[in-house]
T-cell receptor, first 115, second 112 residues
Framework: AQTVTQSQPEMSVQEAETVTLSCTYD???????LFWYKQPPSRQMILVIR??????QNATENRFSVNFQKAAKSFSLKISDSQLGDAAMYFC????????????FGKGTRLSVIA | AAGVIQSPRHLIKEKRETATLKCYPI?????VYWYQQGPGQDPQFLIS???????DKGSIPDRFSAQQFSDYHSELNMSSLELGDSALYFC???????????FGSGTRLTVV
């Protein structure tokens, strides 16, 4: 079974600084997707960024970028120029490429942004 | 753009009562997923449907059942409610070929 591990239950960052959230996963598959979701206090689940495992290039979405290391099964999220609105719970998630399989989530990292 | 619609947004039930949660996926999305997120927990997969047939089953209690109807909306039926069922219940939908999930805003169930 696939598992997703987020080893940092809580992180904090100063406004305008950069923070990196860690995620590792375990799978025997070679084709899959990886995601970072943000869950603010409203508890809405918001997609931050997505990475296809067959793509070597790291995904980037504005201030958000990932460092995808397939051999190490590592998928970290870097948030640059942190803003107060970035404060939320961040979940790393995995999904097989094929079929209609569900997401497998990590336990999450609570990010605080200090003004 | 249309989103995943869940109803109700909030629901309060007493122990041993029943509850029905509804999910309306994005038009032309053929797969619906249900997740349960307890306080301070990560979302746990309950069950999914593809083209109105059960696709995958996760940690769904026997007291719960779900189905997807001809119009693709889905309902999660929960019976003999327990205090531990208090959680946020998310529905998400996706299309084939896969381009991503879209989550609804969730139904917050409180069992008292």
């Amino acid at each position: 079974a696939q598992t997703v591990t987020q080893s940092q239950p809580e992180m904090s960052v100063q406004e305008a600084e950069t923070v990196t959230l860690s995620c590792t996963y375990d799978t025997s598959e070679s084709d899959y997707y990886l995601f970072w979701y943000k869950q603010p206090p409203s508890r809405q689940m918001i997609l931050v960024i997505r990475q296809e495992a067959y793509k070597q290039q790291n995904a980037t979405e504005n201030r958000f970028s990932v460092n995808f290391q397939k051999a190490a099964k590592s998928f970290s999220l870097k948030i640059s120029d942190s803003q107060l609105g970035d404060a939320a719970m961040y979940f790393c998630a995995y999904r097989l490429l094929s079929g209609n399989t569900p997401l497998v989530f990590g336990k999450g990292t609570r990010l605080s942004v200090i003004a | 753009a249309a989103g995943v619609i869940q109803s109700p947004r909030h629901l309060i039930k007493e122990k041993r009562e029943t509850a029905t949660l509804k999910c309306y996926p994005i038009p032309r999305h053929d797969t619906v997923y249900w997740y349960q997120q307890g306080p301070g927990q990560d979302p746990q997969f309950l069950i999914s449907f593809y083209e109105k047939m059960q696709s995958d089953k996760g940690s769904i209690p026997d007291r719960f059942s779900a189905q997807q109807f001809s119009d693709y909306h889905s309902e999660l039926n929960m019976s003999s409610l327990e205090l531990g069922d208090s959680a946020l219940y998310f529905c998400a939908s996706s299309a084939t070929p896969f381009h991503g999930y879209t989550f609804g805003s969730g139904t917050r169930l409180t069992v008292v």
